[in-house]
C-alpha cells in the first residue's frame, strides 16, 4: 500500500507550495520521453546499417579494406609495431636487460622442475619456456607479463596425461621402452597446448574476452591456492626418493598423503638430505627476495646457484651410482623437429583442454590488468586471446605444453626492473644457450632438487590465503567463493574445482538478484532529490502517490519477486497481504491512485520480464492507478515497446527521471496548485 508511516506526509496543497526549492532552482516543464527525443533528438543510426546484420557488415569491411585498413589490422595484431617505435632505448634498455635475464636464468631450473610435474622429461621444459616466450613477445599487450611453464597448468596436464598414458603396473621397462612411454606423454602434453590453442583462438574469432569477467578473482586466487597444495603434496615422492605412481582423479591429494606414509620407511636417506638442504637454501633466499626488494639491485638467483650446487655434489660425490639419486641425465641439444600433434587425440583431450584453456586465459589476463593498472596503460583481452592462442598451438608443434603467464616470474621481472615486452628476448636468449651449449652441465642433477624449486615456487600461491581475513570483512559472499573453489579443489581436482567454483559464484550473482528489494522513495525537502524512506524519518511522501525503485535486471528469475513485491505496495493481491509497518499501528494507508517505478536500476529486461511489466499495466489500468515509468535506459525501453507496452500506456506515461514524474504525478492528484506542472532544476 502506499503509507508508510514514520514518515512526513503532505495532505493539501498549501502545504506543498510551502516546500523549501533548491538553492538557484530553475523551473521547467516536465519531460517525457517522447518530448526529450523530439527536442534534443535520439540517436543517429544508418537504416541500412541497422538493419544489416553484424557479422555482414564485418565481411563487408573486410572486403572494402584499404591500406590504411590492413595497416591498422596490422597495428592491432603486432602490439610491438606500435610501442617498439616509441620505445624509450637509454632508460628502458638496461632494465628489460637485466630483469630479462634474471627470468631467463629462473626459467632454465624452473621449467625442466615443471617438465617432472607435468609427465615429461625436464628438457621438454626448456622448450616450453622458450617458444611460448618469443611468441608472446610479438603478439601479447601485457608489458609486464612473463610466460612460460606454470604449476598450476603443469599439474592439471600431468593429470590428463597420466590418465591418458598410464605407466605399466610392473614398473620394471627396460631403456625402449621408458623412452617410446616419455614419447608417448610428450605427445598427449602437446596435443593438449594444442587444443587449448586453437580453443583460444576460437574465442579470439568469436571475440569472447569479456570471458574472462566470468572467473573472478576469488575464483582465480582459491584455484592457483588450491592447486599449490597439490603440487606440494605431489612432491612428495621426489623429495623422500619414493618410487611412487602418481596419484590421479578425485581425492588424489589424500591418495597421495596416504602411498607416502605408507611408504615413508623406504624413503631414501640421500635424496630426503639433498632436498632438506636445497629447501634451506631457497626459502630463506625466497624471503630476503621479498623483505629487501627495494634495496636489492636484482633478485638473489636462487635457484640457479641451488642447481649448480647440487649438480657439482652430486658428479663430485657420484651421488647417482652410490646411493641411486634420480638425475636428469642428457639434455638433447638444439630443437626437436616440428611435429604436428596427432589429431586422432584431439577428442580424448578435449575435455582436458577445455579447462586448461580458460585457466590460461584467466590467470593470464588477471595478471596483466594488476600491472597494466599499477604502470597506467592498458591491454586488450581479445589480443591476449589470441597472443596465447598461438602461442600454445604453435609451441605444440616443439613438442611444448601447455604454458601461461606466471605468477612468480611476473613478479620477478617487475622487481628486477623490466620496463616492456623486450625483455623476453633476453630471457629466450638465456634458455637458448642452455639449449645449444650449456645443456651438458645440469646432467648430474638431482631431480629432488626440482621438486623443491617446484615447492619453493609455490610461496607466493600459498600465501594469498592471508587476504582471507580481509575478504571476510569486504564481502561474505566473495569469503563464500573463495573457500568453496578452494575446498573442491583440493578435496575432488583442479578441473572440477574450477568448474564448481564457476558455477557457485554465478549462483551466488543470481541469488544476489532475487534478494534486491523494492524500496519506496521519498522526497527530502529543499530539494529535487527523492530517497529510499528507510534512510531518513524527514523524507516526505504524497498521499496516494507511490514511488517505487526497483535496482536489479528484470528477467525470467526475477519475474516473480517483481510480481509481488508491486502487488504487496500497490494492494493488487485481492487485501489478503498486510504490508509491515514502521510507523504507529493505528496508522491509515491512502489508496495508491498513481505509481511511478524508477527503473534506473533495471540494467537489462527479458521477454518475461517484459511481458511482466505489461501485465502490471493492464492491472493498474483495471484498478485505477496511473501508472508512470522513469529513466528506462534505451535497451530496456526497446523490449518493453516490442512486448506491447505501448498497447496499455501512452508515451505520455514514461518519463526522463523521477523528479519529471513525480512532477507530473502531483499534478495529476491537483496537490500543485497552479496548473502548469514545474520541476526544480
Same mark, same amino acid.
Given at each position: 500500500?502506499?503509507?508508510?508511516?514514520?514518515?512526513?506526509?503532505?495532505?493539501?496543497?498549501?502545504?506543498?507550495?510551502?516546500?523549501?526549492?533548491?538553492?538557484?532552482?530553475?523551473?521547467?516543464?516536465?519531460?517525457?520521453?517522447?518530448?526529450?527525443?523530439?527536442?534534443?533528438?535520439?540517436?543517429?543510426?544508418?537504416?541500412?546499417?541497422?538493419?544489416?546484420?553484424?557479422?555482414?557488415?564485418?565481411?563487408?569491411?573486410?572486403?572494402?579494406?584499404?591500406?590504411?585498413?590492413?595497416?591498422?589490422?596490422?597495428?592491432?595484431?603486432?602490439?610491438?609495431?606500435?610501442?617498439?617505435?616509441?620505445?624509450?632505448?637509454?632508460?628502458?634498455?638496461?632494465?628489460?636487460?637485466?630483469?630479462?635475464?634474471?627470468?631467463?636464468?629462473?626459467?632454465?631450473?624452473?621449467?625442466?622442475?615443471?617438465?617432472?610435474?607435468?609427465?615429461?622429461?625436464?628438457?621438454?621444459?626448456?622448450?616450453?619456456?622458450?617458444?611460448?616466450?618469443?611468441?608472446?613477445?610479438?603478439?601479447?599487450?601485457?608489458?609486464?607479463?612473463?610466460?612460460?611453464?606454470?604449476?598450476?597448468?603443469?599439474?592439471?596436464?600431468?593429470?590428463?596425461?597420466?590418465?591418458?598414458?598410464?605407466?605399466?603396473?610392473?614398473?620394471?621397462?627396460?631403456?625402449?621402452?621408458?623412452?617410446?612411454?616419455?614419447?608417448?606423454?610428450?605427445?598427449?602434453?602437446?596435443?593438449?597446448?594444442?587444443?587449448?590453442?586453437?580453443?583460444?583462438?576460437?574465442?579470439?574469432?568469436?571475440?569472447?574476452?569479456?570471458?574472462?569477467?566470468?572467473?573472478?578473482?576469488?575464483?582465480?586466487?582459491?584455484?592457483?591456492?588450491?592447486?599449490?597444495?597439490?603440487?606440494?603434496?605431489?612432491? !612428495? +615422492?621426489?623429495? &623422500?626418493?619414493?618410487? =611412487? @605412481?602418481?596419484?590421479?582423479?578425485? *581425492? %588424489?591429494?589424500?591418495?597421495? #598423503? /596416504?602411498?607416502?606414509?605408507?611408504?615413508?620407511?623406504?624413503?631414501?636417506?640421500?635424496?630426503?638430505?639433498?632436498?632438506?638442504?636445497?629447501?634451506?637454501?631457497?626459502?630463506?633466499?625466497?624471503?630476503?627476495?621479498?623483505?629487501?626488494?627495494?634495496?636489492?639491485?636484482?633478485?638473489?638467483?636462487?635457484?640457479?646457484?641451488?642447481?649448480?650446487?647440487?649438480?657439482?655434489?652430486?658428479?663430485?660425490?657420484?651421488?647417482?651410482?652410490?646411493?641411486?639419486?634420480?638425475?636428469?641425465?642428457?639434455?638433447?641439444?638444439?630443437?626437436?623437429?616440428?611435429?604436428?600433434?596427432?589429431?586422432?587425440? !584431439? +577428442?580424448?583431450? &578435449?575435455?582436458?583442454? =577445455? @579447462?586448461?584453456?580458460?585457466?590460461? *586465459? %584467466?590467470?593470464?589476463?588477471? #595478471? /596483466?590488468?594488476?600491472?597494466?593498472?599499477?604502470?597506467?596503460?592498458?591491454?586488450?583481452?581479445?589480443?591476449?586471446?589470441?597472443?596465447?592462442?598461438?602461442?600454445?598451438?604453435?609451441?605444440?608443434?616443439?613438442?611444448?605444453?601447455?604454458?601461461?603467464?606466471?605468477?612468480?616470474?611476473?613478479?620477478?621481472?617487475?622487481?628486477?626492473?623490466?620496463?616492456?615486452?623486450?625483455?623476453?628476448?633476453?630471457?629466450?636468449?638465456?634458455?637458448?644457450?642452455?639449449?645449444?651449449?650449456?645443456?651438458?652441465?645440469?646432467?648430474?642433477?638431482?631431480?629432488?632438487?626440482?621438486?623443491?624449486?617446484?615447492?619453493?615456487?609455490?610461496?607466493?600461491?600459498?600465501?594469498?590465503?592471508?587476504?582471507?581475513?580481509?575478504?571476510?570483512?569486504?564481502?561474505?559472499?566473495?569469503?563464500?567463493?573463495?573457500?568453496?573453489?578452494?575446498?573442491?579443489?583440493?578435496?575432488?581436482?583442479?578441473?572440477?574445482?574450477?568448474?564448481?567454483?564457476?558455477?557457485?559464484?554465478?549462483?551466488?550473482?543470481?541469488?544476489?538478484?532475487?534478494?534486491?528489494?523494492?524500496?519506496?522513495?521519498?522526497?527530502?525537502?529543499?530539494?529535487?532529490?527523492?530517497?529510499?524512506?528507510?534512510?531518513?524519518?524527514?523524507?516526505?511522501?504524497?498521499?496516494?502517490?507511490?514511488?517505487?525503485?526497483?535496482?536489479?535486471?528484470?528477467?525470467?528469475?526475477?519475474?516473480?519477486?517483481?510480481?509481488?513485491?508491486?502487488?504487496?505496495?500497490?494492494?493488487?493481491?485481492?487485501?489478503?497481504?498486510?504490508?509491515?509497518?514502521?510507523?504507529?499501528?493505528?496508522?491509515?494507508?491512502?489508496?495508491?491512485?498513481?505509481?511511478?517505478?524508477?527503473?534506473?536500476?533495471?540494467?537489462?529486461?527479458?521477454?518475461?520480464?517484459?511481458?511482466?511489466?505489461?501485465?502490471?499495466?493492464?492491472?493498474?489500468?483495471?484498478?485505477?492507478?496511473?501508472?508512470?515509468?522513469?529513466?528506462?535506459?534505451?535497451?530496456?525501453?526497446?523490449?518493453?515497446?516490442?512486448?506491447?507496452?505501448?498497447?496499455?500506456?501512452?508515451?505520455?506515461?514514461?518519463?526522463?527521471?523521477?523528479?519529471?514524474?513525480?512532477?507530473?504525478?502531483?499534478?495529476?492528484?491537483?496537490?500543485?496548485?497552479?496548473?502548469?506542472?514545474?520541476?526544480?532544476?
Amino acid at each position: 500500500m502506499s503509507g508508510f508511516w514514520g514518515t512526513r506526509t503532505c495532505s493539501t496543497a498549501g502545504e506543498v507550495s510551502d516546500l523549501k526549492s533548491p538553492l538557484g532552482a530553475k523551473l521547467r516543464e516536465p519531460l517525457t520521453e517522447a518530448r526529450f527525443q523530439q527536442i534534443f533528438g535520439g540517436a543517429e543510426h544508418e537504416p541500412d546499417l541497422l538493419a544489416e546484420p553484424r557479422w555482414s557488415r564485418r565481411c563487408s569491411r573486410a572486403r572494402a579494406c584499404s591500406a590504411p585498413g590492413a595497416w591498422r589490422l596490422l597495428l592491432a595484431r603486432l602490439p610491438p609495431l606500435r610501442w617498439l617505435p616509441h620505445y624509450r632505448w637509454r632508460a628502458w634498455l638496461l632494465g628489460d636487460a637485466v630483469a630479462g635475464v634474471t627470468v631467463g636464468i629462473v626459467h632454465v631450473p624452473q621449467g625442466m622442475a615443471f617438465a617432472l610435474l607435468t609427465s615429461v622429461p625436464p628438457v621438454f621444459g626448456l622448450y616450453t619456456s622458450f617458444f611460448p616466450v618469443l611468441l608472446y613477445t610479438l603478439l601479447g599487450t601485457g608489458r609486464h607479463l612473463s610466460t612460460g611453464t606454470f604449476a598450476v597448468l603443469s599439474l592439471m596436464t600431468g593429470s590428463a596425461v597420466e590418465r591418458l598414458v598410464p605407466e605399466p603396473l610392473g614398473r620394471n621397462l627396460s631403456g625402449i621402452e621408458m623412452e617410446q612411454l616419455d614419447a608417448q606423454r610428450v605427445g598427449a602434453a602437446a596435443a593438449m597446448a594444442f587444443g587449448s590453442g586453437a580453443l583460444m583462438l576460437g574465442m579470439f574469432a568469436l571475440q569472447l574476452g569479456v570471458l574472462s569477467t566470468f572467473l573472478s578473482e576469488p575464483v582465480v586466487k582459491a584455484l592457483t591456492s588450491g592447486a599449490a597444495l597439490h603440487v606440494l603434496v605431489s612432491q !612428495l +615422492p621426489s623429495l &623422500l626418493g619414493l618410487p =611412487l @605412481p602418481r596419484q590421479i582423479g578425485c *581425492f %588424489a591429494l589424500f591418495k597421495t #598423503l /596416504a602411498a607416502v606414509l605408507t611408504a615413508l620407511p623406504r624413503s631414501s636417506p640421500a635424496e630426503l638430505t639433498i632436498s632438506a638442504l636445497s629447501l634451506a637454501l631457497l626459502v630463506p633466499v625466497k624471503e630476503l627476495n621479498v623483505r629487501f626488494r627495494d634495496k636489492l639491485p636484482t633478485p638473489i638467483p636462487g635457484e640457479i646457484v641451488m642447481v649448480l650446487l647440487a649438480s657439482v655434489l652430486c658428479f663430485t660425490s657420484s651421488l647417482d651410482t652410490r646411493y641411486n639419486v634420480q638425475i636428469v641425465g642428457l639434455l638433447p641439444r638444439g630443437f626437436p623437429q616440428p611435429l604436428l600433434p596427432d589429431l586422432a587425440e !584431439l +577428442p580424448r583431450i &578435449l575435455a582436458d583442454s =577445455l @579447462p586448461i584453456a580458460l585457466v590460461t *586465459f %584467466a590467470v593470464s589476463v588477471s #595478471l /596483466a590488468s594488476i600491472y597494466a593498472d599499477k604502470y597506467n596503460y592498458s591491454i586488450d583481452s581479445n589480443q591476449e586471446l589470441l597472443a596465447h592462442g598461438v602461442s600454445n598451438l604453435v609451441s605444440s608443434l616443439f613438442s611444448c605444453f601447455p604454458n601461461s603467464a606466471t605468477l612468480a616470474t611476473t613478479s620477478l621481472l617487475v622487481d628486477a626492473g623490466g620496463n616492456t615486452q623486450l625483455a623476453g628476448l633476453f630471457s629466450c636468449i638465456v634458455v637458448l644457450s642452455v639449449l645449444l651449449w650449456l645443456g651438458p652441465f645440469f646432467y648430474y642433477l638431482p631431480k629432488a632438487v626440482l621438486a623443491c624449486i617446484n615447492i619453493s615456487s609455490m610461496r607466493q600461491m600459498f600465501f594469498q590465503m592471508q587476504e582471507l581475513p580481509q575478504l571476510w570483512r569486504i564481502s561474505r559472499v566473495d569469503f563464500a567463493v573463495w573457500m568453496v573453489t578452494w575446498v573442491a579443489v583440493v578435496t575432488l581436482s583442479v578441473d572440477l574445482g574450477l568448474a564448481i567454483g564457476v558455477v557457485f559464484s554465478m549462483m551466488t550473482v543470481v541469488c544476489r538478484t532475487q534478494r534486491v528489494q523494492c524500496l519506496a522513495l521519498g522526497l527530502a525537502e529543499g530539494t529535487e532529490l527523492y530517497r529510499p524512506l528507510r534512510e531518513s524519518h524527514k523524507l516526505l511522501q504524497v498521499p496516494g502517490l507511490c514511488i517505487l525503485s526497483y535496482p536489479t535486471p528484470l528477467y525470467f528469475g526475477t519475474r516473480g519477486q517483481f510480481r509481488r513485491i508491486l502487488e504487496w505496495h500497490l494492494g493488487l493481491g485481492g487485501g489478503k497481504e498486510t504490508p509491515k509497518t514502521d510507523g504507529p499501528p493505528n496508522a491509515v494507508a491512502e489508496p495508491v491512485r498513481v505509481v511511478v517505478l524508477d527503473c534506473s536500476g533495471v540494467t537489462f529486461a527479458d521477454a518475461a520480464g517484459a511481458r511482466e511489466v505489461v501485465q502490471l499495466a493492464s492491472r493498474c489500468q483495471d484498478a485505477g492507478i496511473h501508472l508512470l515509468l522513469a529513466q528506462c535506459n534505451a535497451s530496456v525501453l526497446g523490449t518493453l515497446t516490442q512486448a506491447g507496452l505501448l498497447d496499455r500506456v501512452t508515451p505520455e506515461q514514461l518519463f526522463v527521471s523521477v523528479q519529471d514524474a513525480a512532477a507530473h504525478a502531483l499534478e495529476r492528484l491537483e496537490l500543485t496548485g497552479p496548473k502548469t506542472c514545474t520541476v526544480w532544476v
